[in-house]
């Protein structure tokens, strides 16, 4: 496994051991388990995109940030809109933006080489990629949906290392967090469309589902109607080693949000109705 569960102060989040090996970050993602939030978003909601009580969701971000051992007055938070919009995260913006005041609005990224402030987003079901230069010490943190992975986000979170901090691709390590995986996310042809346009192959991370056919009023043919399982995992992967980061660079935790709901909220699984999970990371 490339990942560890761990209890501290009733939190349960998730490690990843690539990062846990360097000891100049700290980071987590959390899990739905230990804290105060009620009824559907039980229990460790980190959403304030939801209906759920702002000042409880306050509250289980601090619990987190806590059991992660950063400063919950320090964080940084992306808004996730679903798009490549990359932040370069100063000293100026430490603790400013949380909860999201305005200066990240439209915000998918974020990048730091400042040691002591704590990076965050949110995600239930889209996929977190961390990043970090080993040698320079610059960390980013993406949210990486259906839309931000067909924009390419991670390529675009390399190419701002590379040219704001001189970052190499071969020093960048990549680690892809829980999120939905092909196995629990079906969509349609207007996304496949959309994902052809800016890959030039897509065989590799989307497959055919299933396939209906709606019968033509007046004719004997049928149209066929096509879902497929997309593959956000594989998609980021390539994404990222054409960006130049190293295959045994990037890192995939292999665990999908809709299989495991027991321990991760899933929008999709749970259609809607549902909490959001947090990825934290920091320089130290």
């Not at 400013?96 to 990224?109: E, H, M, R, S, T």
């Not at 931000?148 to 680690?175: C, D, F, P, R, W």
Request: aromatic share 10%.
């Amino acid at each position: 496994m490339e990942y560890d569960i761990i209890t501290k102060n009733k939190i349960k989040y998730i490690t990843f051991k690539r990062l846990g090996n360097m000891p100049f970050i700290k980071h987590g993602f959390s899990t739905r388990l230990g804290g105060i939030s009620e009824g559907v978003y039980s229990y460790l909601n980190l959403g304030f995109k939801t209906l759920d009580c702002p000042d409880k969701v306050k509250e289980n971000i601090r619990k987190f940030a806590l059991a992660v051992g950063v400063n919950y007055e320090n964080l940084v938070m992306s808004d996730q809109v679903h798009g490549d919009t990359i932040k370069i995260v100063t000293n100026k913006n430490k603790g400013k933006d949380f909860p999201l005041q305005g200066d990240n609005k439209g915000i998918d990224g974020l990048v730091t080489d400042i040691p002591g402030i704590p990076l965050i987003a949110i995600f239930a079901d889209c996929v977190p990629i961390f990043f970090v230069d080993t040698v320079k010490k610059i960390i980013g943190l993406a949210h990486a949906g259906w839309k931000g992975t067909k924009l390419k986000i991670g390529e675009k979170m390399v190419q701002t290392m590379v040219n704001v901090y001189g970052s190499k691709t071969g020093e960048i390590t990549a680690v892809i967090g829980p999120s939905i995986g092909k196995c629990c996310y079906e969509v349609g042809k207007v996304v496949i469309e959309q994902f052809n346009k800016t890959f030039e192959d897509t065989s590799t991370f989307v497959e055919i589902s299933r396939v209906s056919f709606n019968r033509l009023s007046g004719h004997e043919n049928c149209s066929p109607n096509f879902q497929y399982h997309l593959d956000l995992w594989e998609a980021n992967r390539i994404v990222l080693n054409g960006a130049g980061i190293l295959n045994k660079n990037i890192i995939i935790s292999n665990l999908c949000t809709g299989c495991n709901q027991d321990l991760f909220y899933s929008h999709r699984k749970e259609k809607g109705n549902t909490g959001r999970m947090g990825a934290i990371i920091q320089l130290v």
